[in-house]
């Protein structure tokens, strides 16, 4: 499928990723978000974002003047002229979902594939609200998008074989690396993260260790780039909570249980960085 125009809906932290890496391999890209303030803001990001790859030299001036000429901002997918390939990456709510895939089924070209960046959501039942769920895939891209290379690929019961293929030559184009999985809750990513991370803030919460010392053991002991409690507040503490959540309901497995301090935290709206605080402080954001 020779795919040149593709929507992205939804501005956040993933969705303005995700418009950046196709624009930068030369798609034409229209972004939906629900109010232009919101779209301004995430091509703002995007800006920031491509200025700092010419700063490291990793992308040209003229590049990043080309990838943002690219990107069409836009307030509905019928606006988004023919496109061949969407991307849904709005909050992490089962019914918004559904909504914006049947506006997305209304305004697609015939062919079109419908893909959602859902974390943890089922594919299955994101699919069943659109005529033909076997043109849905799960495409869940990791944050930040520019720099990570995996795209984790999920097959929903009814995505096809044709829907696969396209989704998977899609993602080596914009040079990352596909690993597929099947639609379980919290697919590979998430399964093996969350845990790890809810088990960190076990170990906070009963006093095993200072949280600088639990970061340090993972970063310096196991090379991960951040510790997992620095992770949690960068992706969030609310979509740490809710994805186990996903996980514990899905698998009514108690292994799967939300640690009592991560919900505290989001009760007491420290959410991490984008909050200003979480496990740690981040004056000025
Ligand atoms: N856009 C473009 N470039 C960016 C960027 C962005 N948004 N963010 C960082 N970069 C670039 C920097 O310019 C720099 O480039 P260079 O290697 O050419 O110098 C490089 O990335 C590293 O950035 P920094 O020097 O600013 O900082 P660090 O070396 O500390 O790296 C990090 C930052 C890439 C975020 C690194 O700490 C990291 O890899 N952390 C782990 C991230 C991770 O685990 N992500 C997955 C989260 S889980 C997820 O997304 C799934 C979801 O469902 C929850």
């Given at each position: 499928?020779?795919?040149?125009r593709?929507?992205?809906?939804?501005?956040?932290?993933?969705?303005?990723?995700?418009?950046?890496?196709?624009?930068?391999?030369d798609?034409?890209?229209?972004?939906v978000?629900?109010?232009?303030?919101?779209?301004?803001?995430?091509?703002a990001?995007?800006?920031?974002?491509?200025?700092?790859?010419?700063?490291?030299?990793a992308?040209?001036?003229?590049?990043r003047d080309?990838?943002?000429?690219?990107?069409?901002?836009?307030?509905?997918p019928?606006?988004?002229?023919?496109?061949?390939?969407?991307?849904e990456?709005?909050?992490?709510?089962?019914?918004?979902?559904?909504?914006?895939?049947?506006?997305?089924?209304?305004?697609?070209?015939?062919?079109?594939?419908?893909?959602?960046?859902t974390?943890?959501?089922a594919?299955?039942e994101?699919a069943?609200?659109v005529?033909?769920?076997s043109?849905v895939?799960?495409?869940?891209?990791?944050?930040?998008?520019?720099?990570?290379?995996?795209v984790?690929?999920?097959?929903?019961?009814?995505?096809?074989?044709?829907?696969?293929q396209?989704?998977?030559?899609?993602?080596?184009?914009?040079?990352?690396?596909?690993?597929?999985?099947?639609?379980?809750?919290?697919?590979?990513?998430?399964?093996?993260?969350?845990?790890?991370?809810n088990?960190?803030?076990?170990?906070l919460?009963?006093?095993v260790?200072?949280k600088?010392?639990?970061?340090?053991?993972?970063k310096?002991g196991?090379a991960?780039p951040?510790?997992?409690?620095?992770?949690a507040?960068?992706?969030?503490?609310?979509?740490?909570?809710?994805?186990?959540?996903?996980?514990?309901?899905?698998?009514?497995?108690?292994?799967?249980?939300p640690?009592?301090?991560?919900?505290?935290?989001?009760?007491?709206?420290r959410?991490?960085?984008?909050s200003?605080?979480?496990?740690?402080?981040?004056?000025?954001k």
């Amino acid at each position: 499928m020779d795919i040149k125009r593709v929507c992205v809906v939804g501005g956040g932290t993933m969705g303005n990723g995700i418009a950046h890496v196709f624009a930068l391999k030369d798609f034409e890209v229209t972004l939906v978000e629900a109010k232009k303030e919101l779209a301004d803001k995430a091509l703002a990001v995007i800006a920031r974002n491509l200025d700092r790859q010419v700063a490291k030299g990793a992308v040209t001036a003229a590049g990043r003047d080309a990838a943002l000429a690219r990107i069409k901002p836009a307030l509905s997918p019928k606006e988004a002229p023919g496109f061949q390939f969407a991307v849904e990456a709005v909050s992490e709510r089962m019914e918004l979902k559904k909504s914006v895939f049947r506006e997305l089924d209304a305004a697609a070209a015939p062919g079109a594939i419908l893909a959602t960046n859902t974390s943890s959501l089922a594919v299955t039942e994101i699919a069943a609200s659109v005529k033909d769920p076997s043109r849905v895939i799960g495409m869940h891209f990791m944050n930040p998008v520019p720099v990570m290379k995996l795209v984790e690929l999920i097959r929903g019961l009814q995505t096809s074989d044709e829907t696969y293929q396209a989704a998977r030559e899609l993602s080596i184009a914009l040079g990352k690396t596909p690993a597929s999985a099947k639609d379980f809750p919290g697919f590979i990513s998430n399964r093996v993260l969350m845990p790890m991370i809810n088990e960190a803030i076990f170990c906070l919460m009963e006093g095993v260790s200072t949280k600088e010392d639990i970061d340090a053991v993972m970063k310096l002991g196991m090379a991960h780039p951040m510790g997992p409690l620095q992770l949690a507040d960068y992706i969030g503490l609310d979509v740490c909570l809710a994805i186990m959540e996903v996980l514990h309901q899905g698998f009514c497995d108690s292994k799967y249980r939300p640690c009592p301090l991560l919900r505290q935290m989001v009760q007491a709206g420290r959410l991490g960085v984008k909050s200003g605080s979480g496990f740690y402080d981040y004056p000025g954001k």
